[in-house]
């Protein structure tokens, strides 16, 4: 296993201070990091899986730092996505680069974790079903496989849109986040997923949900839709048996949020709600409730996420049709 940070500095201070400690249910222990650098052609040289688990925001950077390296053969995985699968596929492509690279991304991330100071990684609980998309879809068998020697929960979503409609955090964050903003910014520290998980937002939540399964479902993609309610009620969904009470147990995400600065406003707002909304739009289905969380979420933040925002229309495939969309995801850009 290798390990990238962009920040030198940061690298030399993680050689510095020792192994990073994992921490989970089985107590707490060193990893092993056969390489730890600030060269990311270092990192990625003949590697067959390179994930990339950062928020969407930093996928613009990586793209143009990673494409360029790429060569045949290895799977670029992304859990969550935000659709980043046509964002790395197309920056591969402008960078001149023609190799035979899959691009993968998830419905979130295969652990849900939070730092224990700077060297303890504290995981909470891991996803027992990971639905995940490929571009291009004709790679979609190698690249599940590659992605399945490292994390075995992983399940056929289809392809790389597929995928992106899977992305659970545009569902979950959004209204915890808008309908507690007062309690958020009130007290220092506020759980979300604790005190402000309450029925009416649940309700919020439910009918958000049903309309990213209805632009699923419009766009021809079959179930399973994982449906965020299953999170709360049954063992089914991705992170499995009572996944919301280890999340609150833990007291992890307890947390101070600043609302205009967060990921869950900029990652899953701007980018993860407006892309649904655009989608939903080009698919003809209505989000009434997507769309008023989003003009929410702008309002807050004093900026248009539909303008600014990644949706289809700043991708430049609003105007595609659906077999062409279809050809794109096929064989990729």
């Not at 990339?52 to 045949?72: E, G, V």
Request: hydrophobic share 45%; net charge negative.
């Amino acid at each position: 296993m290798r390990l990238w940070r962009r920040d030198p500095a940061t690298v030399a201070e993680m050689h510095r201070a020792g192994p990073l400690i994992l921490k989970d249910h089985a107590g707490s222990r060193p990893v092993e990091i056969a390489v730890m650098t600030s060269d990311l052609a270092e990192a990625v040289a003949g590697a067959a899986l390179i994930v990339c688990p950062t928020p969407a925001m930093a996928q613009p950077d990586i793209a143009a730092r990673l494409t360029p390296l790429l060569s045949d053969g290895q799977v670029v995985f992304m859990p969550p996505g935000t659709f980043g699968t046509y964002l790395m596929a197309k920056a591969m492509r402008e960078a001149g680069n023609a190799a035979d690279v899959s691009f993968a991304e998830a419905g979130t991330l295969p652990w849900l974790t939070r730092k224990h100071g700077a060297q303890t990684i504290a995981i909470t609980t891991r996803a027992s079903r990971l639905p995940t998309g490929v571009l291009p879809l004709k790679n979609k068998a190698h690249a599940l496989a590659v992605i399945r020697r490292a994390f075995p929960s992983v399940e056929d979503a289809g392809d790389g849109l597929s995928g992106a409609l899977m992305n659970a955090g545009p569902i979950i964050h959004p209204p915890l986040i808008l309908m507690n903003a007062g309690p958020i910014e009130h007290f220092e520290r506020w759980d979300i997923h604790n005190e402000g998980t309450q029925p009416s937002i649940r309700r919020v939540t439910d009918a958000l949900d049903a309309e990213r399964i209805a632009t699923r479902e419009a766009l021809g993609y079959r179930g399973p839709h994982f449906p965020l309610i299953d999170h709360y009620t049954t063992s089914n969904w991705m992170y499995g048996n009572l996944a919301h009470d280890k999340l609150t147990d833990s007291g992890d995400w307890r947390e101070r949020l600043i609302l205009s600065e967060h990921r869950y406003m900029r990652e899953d707002v701007a980018m993860g709600l407006a892309f649904l909304v655009s989608v939903a739009e080009w698919a003809g289905v209505p989000c009434p409730v997507a769309r008023g969380l989003l003009a929410l979420g702008s309002a807050i933040c004093g900026e248009d996420f539909r303008q600014t925002g990644r949706t289809l229309e700043g991708f430049g495939l609003a105007e595609l049709d659906r077999t062409s969309m279809a050809a794109l995801l096929e064989v990729g850009p």
